[in-house]
């Protein structure tokens, strides 16, 4: 009985199990219904090329497997008015797979974003919430026949694991021929000069061919394919270069074999060997490089001790199931599981895995504990915050992930030359071969000197020179507690001159207290309530103070509570407003604070002391003084910014007296006070108009437009979620010494960078020229080739061992200004 073959998965088949279809008139024949059905949706949707484009492809049908959307709910995050998935794709057979998929779902109304890695086979999709579904989006996927899989960094360490075992195997067995293949390569370079016996010669010569074989097509084979995919594809990549080098100086020397001409198998082979090589140890620079990741990842609990109802006992759940609300127990020695409040017990938890900070931090009622720390002395019994998907740990691992992933612009310089590189490489070889042709050269000498033109060319250097920096970059500041979010982050801090600070809790200590409440014509214990019931509704540092001392059950309610950033509150109480805030903003409500009133206030606020007024109905109230200390490491590290080059501002919505005793105390010369948050960000941008450029390192809501308008905005960890999302940089840990460190290490990065493109460019300048005048033989070209990759593997990985401690990130470097 003949032997069909599937119209859609290539496979061949009995005719008896034959599915045979119409399509557009013509019959077409499938192996399975799951072929026809992704077959006819393919034609459907004009996506016939798919079957053009897929060069490599793995005949057989699709997966089959049953798809709920629970394990993925963890996995989704609600960003605005979207939400976004990262999901492991099974079934990927070759590049075309992802055009395929990127094509497809990108035509599904709602889905805004698709993007397949094809090395990792990891799916990154945003859409719009409301406008299509979770189910609807792993529905389109599976129709496919691809088969979505939550995803998970160790499906990433196999890939990487994978590919360093497949390398290794490839090298090992070209290292092994090509030393049995020199063995007798030296023979005939001996014969060549000092005479052999005609048999002897050829015995050998045929030898040194059959060692050279599993060479060029086993171990070179990944180069083959890729070069047949590239030219299916009219791309031409590092790959081609290698493929045609080595081929070309077997086919010549199988050709020599018969016309009498010496042969070169151990070029062809040691271009491939050494090669290898070099992939080998790039590979394995790549894996050392996504450790910070992996060991992220390993922090995320799996379970969770789920207390039941009445609190008679916990069962054990998966973390994925969690929602906000729901109790868990803790008990010594475990992690905690999801981003929680503590609401029993009392404990030591060691943060240091997401805040750097080594020392254990007390855990009481009211405390906030993250998940992936580690309980250390007593039971807590928390109630959880966030769902799986949204935890500070969660949050660190998008933040590296999409670091590692976001080009700087030095990269995109370097991709554009890499995408000329090897067509005008292969152009520059060609001439090369017939200018030697028509000299005094023969084809032999031609052949080889075009062959090293092909070899000693590195476009590996060049593309890897950005990206492994960056990728170590960021993932040496990610452990030390310093989120960046992108490539493109680090060159702005390295390039920054300019460095703005806000007042309240980055400068100060965050915490502040109140020291004196100051009536006018109302018991103070009254005056103090009755602001304390306003700044109930407000999470702003001075409010926090303000309700220091009154107990929950003393408040007042109030009504149609208003905030107005950088200014002041307002509320409403039996029909009457209440407004506490800076003095424009209680006379902008109609509010007389009088000749008096603000004789106290200049008093008041003369040592430093912020200080909020208080207003019922037009009628004023009285002071309050909020003081706020300066961190006692404020003055080092603006010194050390300083020395790293960069200008120092203070940019604060405070009053002019407190900023400026807080900027005279901690050395910074450029004071600016009273800043509503819409002129922070006008201010940013005047300084970016005057040629600056700009770090803005801020807390708070009303920071959000100034670290947005910034060329780099640092926000710390425990500032508020508008502040994070709106920074490019996030310090874990609470310690303003991070700033400088960050700037130092930031600027080492981008040195590193520059030191690789330099070379990478100097390289292929002086090589290539050398190449092409017949200087340089065929291996030697495969060694300086593969030297020039390691050298830039090997200065990207002095950054992981950069040591970020304040002498380093204070060393004084050019100054800028």
């Given at each position: 009985m003949s032997a069909l073959k599937c119209d859609h998965c290539l496979l061949?088949?009995?005719?008896?199990?034959?599915?045979?279809?119409?399509?557009?008139?013509?019959?077409?024949?499938?192996?399975?219904?799951?072929?026809?059905?992704?077959?006819?949706?393919?034609h459907g949707e004009g996506l016939d090329e798919f079957y053009r484009r897929r060069e490599g492809w793995t005949p057989g049908p699709p997966e089959e497997a049953e798809l709920t959307t629970a394990p993925f709910l963890a996995s989704v995050r609600r960003e605005g008015d979207g939400e976004e998935m990262s999901i492991h794709l099974s079934g990927i057979r070759c590049a075309s797979c992802i055009w395929l998929i990127e094509r497809y779902l990108s035509r599904v109304e709602g889905i805004k974003e698709i993007s397949v890695n094809y090395a990792t086979h990891r799916a990154r999709i945003r859409w719009t919430f409301g406008r299509v579904s979770l189910e609807a989006v792993l529905a389109r996927i599976k129709s496919l026949g691809y088969i979505p899989r939550p995803y998970a960094t160790s499906q990433v360490e196999e890939n990487l694991e994978r590919e360093k075992r497949d390398l290794l195997v490839r090298f090992g067995t070209a290292s092994f021929f090509s030393m049995q293949l020199m063995l007798y390569t030296t023979a005939l370079y001996a014969g060549y000069f000092q005479g052999i016996e005609p048999l002897y010669k050829k015995v050998f010569e045929v030898i040194a061919a059959f060692l050279a074989a599993p060479v060029m097509f086993y171990c070179g084979y990944p180069f083959l394919k890729n070069t047949a995919r590239g030219l299916g594809n009219r791309a031409f990549t590092m790959d081609t270069l290698v493929f045609l080098g080595s081929f070309s100086a077997y086919a010549y020397s199988i050709g020599a074999l018969f016309t009498g001409g010496e042969v070169y198998f151990d070029t062809s082979a040691m271009i491939i060997t050494l090669i290898l090589l070099g992939r080998y140890m790039e590979a394995g620079a790549k894996s050392r490089a996504t450790q910070t990741i992996s060991s992220l990842f390993s922090l995320q609990s799996k379970?969770?001790?789920?207390?039941?109802?009445?609190?008679?006992?916990?069962?054990?759940?998966?973390?994925?199931?969690?929602?906000?609300?729901?109790?868990?127990?803790?008990?010594?020695?475990?992690?905690?599981?999801?981003?929680?409040?503590?609401?029993?017990?009392?404990?030591?938890?060691?943060?240091?895995?997401?805040?750097?900070?080594?020392?254990?931090?007390g855990k009481e009622r009211g405390g906030e504990v993250f998940g992936g720390t580690l309980n250390l002395s007593g039971r807590l019994l928390i109630e959880v915050k966030r769902t799986a998907g949204d935890t500070v740990l969660a949050r660190i691992i998008r933040a590296v992930e999409d670091a590692q992933a976001r080009k700087a612009p030095l990269q995109k310089t370097a991709d554009r030359v890499v995408g000329w590189f090897v067509p005008a490489i292969i152009g520059i070889s060609i001439a090369t071969?017939?200018?030697?042709?028509?000299?005094?050269?023969?084809?032999?000498?031609?052949?080889?000197?075009?062959?090293?033109?092909?070899?000693?060319?590195?476009?590996?250097?060049?593309?890897?020179?950005?990206?492994?920096?960056?990728?170590?970059?960021?993932?040496?500041?990610?452990?030390?507690?310093?989120?960046?979010?992108?490539?493109?982050?680090?060159?702005?801090?390295?390039?920054?001159?300019?460095?703005?600070?806000?007042?309240?809790?980055?400068?100060?200590?965050?915490?502040?207290?109140?020291?004196?409440?100051?009536?006018?014509?109302?018991?103070?214990?009254?005056?103090?309530?009755?602001?304390?019931?306003?700044?109930?509704?407000?999470?702003?540092?001075?409010?926090?103070?303000?309700?220091?001392g009154v107990e929950d059950c003393d408040l007042c309610s109030v009504e149609a509570f208003r905030a107005h950033p950088g200014r002041g509150v307002e509320g409403v109480r039996e029909g009457v407003r209440l407004a506490a805030g800076n003095i424009p903003f209680l006379e902008s409500l109609g509010v007389v604070i009088g000749e008096g009133g603000e004789k106290d206030f200049l008093s008041l606020s003369a040592g430093g002391d912020t200080v909020?007024?208080?207003?019922?109905?037009?009628?004023?109230?009285?002071?309050?003084?909020?003081?706020?200390?300066?961190?006692?490491?404020?003055?080092?590290?603006?010194?050390?910014?300083?020395?790293?080059?960069?200008?120092?501002?203070?940019?604060?919505?405070?009053?002019?007296?407190?900023?400026?005793n807080i900027g005279e105390r901690a050395g910074i010369p450029v004071v600016d006070a009273e800043v509503l948050p819409l002129e922070k960000a006008a201010r940013i941008r005047q300084f970016k108009e005057s040629g600056r450029r700009v770090v803005m390192v801020g807390d708070g809501i009303n920071d959000a437009p100034a670290l947005t308008e910034a060329d780099v905005g640092v926000a710390f960890g425990n500032a508020t979620d508008v502040a994070i999302e709106s920074a490019g940089v996030v310090l874990m840990r609470n310690d303003l010494r991070l700033v400088p460190a960050m700037i130092a290490l930031s600027g080492k990065t981008l040195a590193v960078i520059r030191q690789n493109l330099f070379w990478a460019f100097s390289y292929n300048i002086i090589a290539i020229p050398l190449a092409v005048s017949g200087m340089i033989h065929p291996i030697l070209s495969a060694a300086f080739m593969a030297s020039s990759s390691l050298i830039v593997v090997g200065n990207s990985l002095r950054l992981r061992r950069m040591k970020m401690d304040e002498n380093r990130a204070g060393r004084k470097s050019p100054d800028r200004r």
């Open positions: 061949s088949f009995p005719e008896r199990d034959a599915v045979r279809d119409a399509v557009d008139g013509q019959e077409k024949v499938f192996c399975c219904s799951g072929c026809r059905g992704v077959f006819r949706l393919i379970e969770a001790r789920l207390l039941k109802a009445g609190g008679n006992g916990a069962v054990t759940v998966p973390v994925s199931s969690l929602k906000p609300g729901d109790r868990l127990e803790v008990i010594p020695g475990e992690k905690i599981p999801i981003d929680s409040t503590v609401i029993g017990g009392n404990s030591e938890v060691n943060e240091a895995m997401i805040t750097g900070e080594a020392m254990p931090v071969f017939f200018f030697r042709l028509a000299g005094a050269s023969g084809a032999t000498a031609a052949l080889m000197n075009a062959i090293s033109v092909v070899v000693i060319a590195c476009p590996c250097a060049l593309g890897l020179a950005t990206p492994l920096a960056v990728f170590i970059g960021s993932s040496s500041l990610s452990s030390k507690g310093i989120l960046v979010k992108g490539g493109d982050i680090i060159e702005s801090v390295a390039r920054s001159d300019f460095v703005c600070f806000d007042k309240t809790g980055t400068l100060t200590a965050g915490t502040p207290s109140l020291i004196k409440v100051f009536p006018y014509g109302t018991e103070k214990q009254t005056l103090h309530v009755l602001a304390a019931s306003l700044e109930k509704y407000s999470g702003h540092s001075i409010a926090k103070a303000i309700r220091k909020t007024g208080f207003a019922v109905g037009k009628e004023f109230k009285g002071w309050f003084v909020i003081s706020d200390e300066l961190r006692p490491e404020a003055p080092a590290v603006i010194e050390s910014v300083k020395r790293l080059g960069r200008r120092v501002g203070l940019l604060t919505g405070d009053q002019r007296a407190v900023a400026e």
